[in-house]
């Protein structure tokens, strides 16, 4: 026989599962109806956004510098236990008090339905998967409810008598689960199904890049290979998932203040001169001796081509407004993207067309900036406006607007605090500086002077460019340090800075050990 205190201990834990229960059959419904309609408007992804959103800005970086990449799970795992928080206690609340138990579901997914709303690119659909998840999740909390009365109450339920039966409650709630499970995984299964292809034909090049040459990752294992390839090229940006783009219904406007405002198809883009460049893109969060730099060789149409397109000769604009197919806004200073850069509408990378989380169909790409002021993926309109009219994204939040990528170098072999054998060791990297080129790279040995590193082949001046250093490792503890010069002589500072506002700099030190 159970002890009245254990037994209530189990009725609060019962209650609690119900509520978290009736939550997930109701999230796992809506994000099916999310599925056929509007994806981004499923619960979980509308609250998850506007949180990214809303994040200040040191605590967006903090999270991009902790968990990386990863920073969208970790943000999207807080919102969803929060919320089963407060889906456990309005099962607990609703065993008293029923009808306050289901309104706070249905306040759950009314914060959703609202938040889903107010999204940039919202439509009227986007209410449909809250309003069902309100509907789902306050039905079958009420219904597993009658199930536990039926269950519990009655003559069974008399402690001297038999055992209540709990086979209803058990099938119930595994019935619930399963529906949970199933309409979650169907729903995953529809989004990436209607995601389609991003097979589309590109056009050869009018004016081609020259011969990739051999990088020495192969000689030197370690080494970041010379091109990034799409699997492990970097990606930041504020997105929860992926946006699947229709490239035949998809479009780049080009409005504001232009001659005329113009819209272009894809195919209108691929008619036009297309040219082939390697650009290392690089992120103004990446810090000193971070993962967020990657080379690749893109294919795209010259962005004053494009812009000529709408006629800019007479405008008063200084920056380009870009925003992607949510409503996204990137801009980009108008002289620096139009100095003669090679600055481009992107289709194309490393020989295929844009991955979708690269940008697919089209992003724009000007090397030498970072790609929170260039790099625009799923671009759909370009607004010639000036700073004091409009503001991009980042620029409400304090970041610069013009961030050209300072100097840097990085360190990928060996790694810090790794364990070298004693004899030759080889260290080596990558060192960048857009624009203008890297001159030599040197390397610093338990803070003696510096020696200068061998460097790999040229690609161009936008391209990074490979190093290594031979070093006769004796045994102990060392630290090794390393710096870019660039061609016109400038180089790597030690003065540090943290990626906020403008960029990281400072020099990257490992500590390793020689055995
Ligand atoms: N639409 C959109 N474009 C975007 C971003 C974004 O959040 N949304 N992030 C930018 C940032 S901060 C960088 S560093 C580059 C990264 O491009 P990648 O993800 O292809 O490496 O994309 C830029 N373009
Ligand atoms: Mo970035």
Partial sequence: MQTPDKQSRWTWLRHAVYGVLATLVGLAAAHLVAAFTVPAASPVLAVGSTVIDLTPTP??????????????????GSVTIVVLLLAALAGVIARR??????????????????LAVLRPSSGPLDVLPALVAAVIASTSLWWLHRVDDRSTEG???????????????????GGLAAAAVTMGALGRWVTSYRLGGT?????????????????LEKMYGGITPLRTPDGDFYRVDTRLTVPAVDVDSWTLTIDGDVDQEVTLTFADLTAMETMERDITLTCVSNSVGGPYVGGARWLGIPLADVLAKAGIDSTKADQILSTDVDGMTISTPLDVALDGRDAMIAIGMNGGPLPRTHGFPARMV????????????????????????EQAYWTERKWVTDAPIKISSRIDTPKPLSTSDAGTVII?????????????????????????????????????????????GEPG?????????????EVQTDVRMTPFPEGSSGLQEISISVT
């Fill in 477 to 489: 503890r060392h630290l090794i340090a390393s710096r870019a010069t660039n061609k016109d002589g």
């Fill in 97 to 114: 008090r029923e009808t306050v138990g289901l309104l706070i579901l249905v306040g759950l997914a009314g914060v959703a339905g609202v």
């Fill in 59 to 76: 605590l967006k970086e903090f999270a991009i510098r902790q968990f990386g990449t990863a920073d969208k799970l970790v943000l999207v």
């Fill in 428 to 472: 080596g990297g990558v060192a960048w500086a857009q624009g203008v080129g890297i001159e030599k790279v040197e390397v610093r040995i338990d803070g003696g002077g510096w020696q200068e590193a061998k460097l790999g082949p040229q690609v161009n001046n936008d391209y990074w460019r490979q190093w290594y250093y031979e070093w006769d």
């Fill in 155 to 173: 003559p069974s339920n008399r402690v001297d008598g038999p055992r209540p039966t709990r086979r209803g409650v058990v099938l119930a709630t």
């Fill in 366 to 389: 000007v090397p030498g900036l970072y790609g929170f002021v260039s790099a625009c993926k799923w671009i759909t309109r370009m607004t010639l406006t000036t700073y004091d009219a």
């Fill in 199 to 215: 097979d589309v034909a590109l056009p050869t090049a009018t004016d081609p890049a020259p011969a990739f040459p051999q990088g």
